[in-house]
């Protein structure tokens, strides 16, 4: 227990001399990397390792990324996770081409999924193998008509402070800041300017995928390489050799 209490405290980067302004610096970094991405006008990623992954994502017109603290629409500022080392955005509903190898075991209702692989066409899960839950992985993506379809995408340098204790929590919200992971299910409206403004339905049409589930899986590497292409078919660097390229 005094162990995991040492491996929870290092993680959540609270076991530094000033904690505070730890986190206060920590987010600094991910919001300067949020805003230079949001600066890029990023039309889809392309993501490769040599594990097999090879796979192309739409994002959404005018979608953000973010990460580290968020506001309210009344202007509190907090860190709605912690640990947190993301930066994510949500994903063109039906915009996915290729096959993501996970790169670390899934547990999901108690159970683990290992070693497994997802391959999408036109945005939507069309096949998945697993050495170990492979039933269980179909029964997830079975849950309703958009649980095949994508609702976060999420880039976290392969040399992080969860990676790089080699323990796996078996709780997600620990393990999904290890490493870039995706999520099946369900986006966040909140990533779409002004959000509050518009209905549900109007966020769904801009390409917000709306499941009951909203279920991560790492599929970052050592050697994954991410590359964005903007609106004007320029190709930029964002990871290389599993860490940002910026």
């Not at 405290?9 to 990397?33: F, I, M």
């Not at 629409?73 to 640990?83: A, D, E, T, W």
């Not at 769904?204 to 050592?222: C, E, L, Q, R, T």
């Amino acid at each position: 227990i005094e162990k995991l209490w040492k491996a929870i405290l290092s993680t959540a980067r609270a076991d530094g001399n000033d904690p505070v302004q730890d986190w206060t610096e920590h987010n600094k970094s991910l919001q300067s990397r949020c805003d230079h991405l949001n600066s890029l006008g990023i039309s889809e990623l392309k993501y490769k390792s040599s594990n097999g992954t090879d796979f192309t994502v739409g994002l959404i017109e005018n979608g953000l990324f973010i990460g580290g603290n968020e506001s309210t629409p009344f202007g509190v500022v907090y860190n709605p996770n912690i640990p947190s080392e993301e930066v994510f955005t949500s994903p063109m509903r039906g915009k996915a081409e290729g096959i993501v190898y996970a790169t670390m075991p899934l547990s999901y209702h108690g159970e683990l999924i290992e070693d497994f692989n997802v391959r999408f066409e036109n945005g939507k899960v069309v096949e998945v193998h697993a050495r170990k839950g492979e039933e269980l992985l179909k029964q997830m993506i079975s849950m309703d008509e958009s649980a095949p379809y994508l609702g976060e995408c999420a880039l976290i340098p392969y040399d992080s402070p969860i990676n790089n204790t080699k323990i796996l929590f078996y709780n997600t919200l620990y393990d999904e800041n290890a490493s870039c992971h995706l999520a099946l299910g369900a986006g966040f409206t909140n990533l779409i300017k002004d959000y509050e403004k518009y209905t549900q339905e109007e966020l769904k049409a801009k390409g917000i995928n709306d499941s009951m589930i909203h279920v991560d899986f790492m599929i970052g590497s050592i050697d994954m390489n991410i590359v964005g292409k903007t609106k004007d078919g320029k190709e930029i660097q964002i990871f290389k050799d599993g860490n940002w390229a910026f």
